[in-house]
């Protein structure tokens, strides 16, 4: 074999493995929130989050998907342990999909959003990307209620360079169809629209 041939196939090989994707660069994508996430009464791998780790894979993304949701979560709780969680995974993308329990426990729209503000400066500052999940109560709640805690998601997305879904649980609250008997999570059938709630956000945060 000639010393050009070689030097062919050395090149090749070169070029093979620089446009490769190495295990070290694939996106980690961490979520953080309650049992929206956590995929409370249903099984895990009917749950939104285990919806996205199959769509990463069939659209051939390098991503890695960490669910670290817990069913009950406050934006208290999760600010305690994030510092913890972006160590131990250092994501590039953070999904925050917090607060709604804050609302139903009648907490101070205020210490959510000053939990939430900490949150997402923590992850900016590990340099992560942030997606903030909107959230809205009921409507037995009051209209006063209700409007000070939906507002706290809009000022933290204009504060904050952030990506923004407005209500996480829009066209799905509201659909019998799509929720357990509790009225509040949302069943199976409803986690296939809970990922295109986020999807065009999230898709922009990976391309």
């Keep these: 074999m000639g010393d050009g041939v070689?030097?062919?196939?050395r090149i090749g090989l070169l070029l093979l493995w620089l446009f490769l994707p190495l295990p070290g660069w694939a996106t980690t994508i961490l979520v953080v929130g309650d049992s929206l996430s956590a995929g409370y009464g249903i099984a895990v791998e009917q749950g939104w989050v285990a919806l996205l780790e199959e769509r990463l894979k069939k659209e051939?993304?390098?991503?890695?998907?960490v669910n670290a949701s817990?069913?009950?979560?406050?934006?208290?709780g999760a600010r305690r342990r994030l510092a913890q969680l972006l160590q131990a995974h250092r994501p590039d993308i953070v999904i925050i999909e917090l607060g709604g329990?804050?609302?139903?426990?009648?907490?101070?729209?205020?210490?959510?959003e000053a939990n939430l503000a900490a949150m997402i400066e923590t992850a900016i500052q590990s340099g992560?990307?942030?997606?903030?999940l909107g959230m809205k109560l009921p409507r037995n709640y009051g209209p006063r209620f209700r409007e000070r805690f939906e507002a706290v998601y809009r000022r933290l997305a204009r504060r904050y360079p952030v990506a923004f879904v407005p209500f996480f649980l829009d066209d799905v609250a509201l659909d019998d169809r799509l929720m357990q008997g509790d009225g509040i999570h949302p069943n199976a059938a409803a986690q296939p629209?809970?990922?295109?709630?986020?999807?065009?956000?999230?898709?922009?945060?990976?391309d």
């Design 193 to 206: 629209y809970l990922l295109e709630r986020i999807w065009p956000e999230l898709q922009t945060m990976l």
């Design 70 to 76: 817990i069913s009950g979560e406050t934006s208290a």
């Design 60 to 65: 051939h993304k390098a991503a890695t998907v």
């Design 6 to 9: 070689v030097d062919d196939m």
């Design 128 to 132: 992560a990307k942030v997606l903030l």
């Design 101 to 112: 329990n804050d609302g139903l426990r009648g907490i101070a729209p205020a210490q959510t």
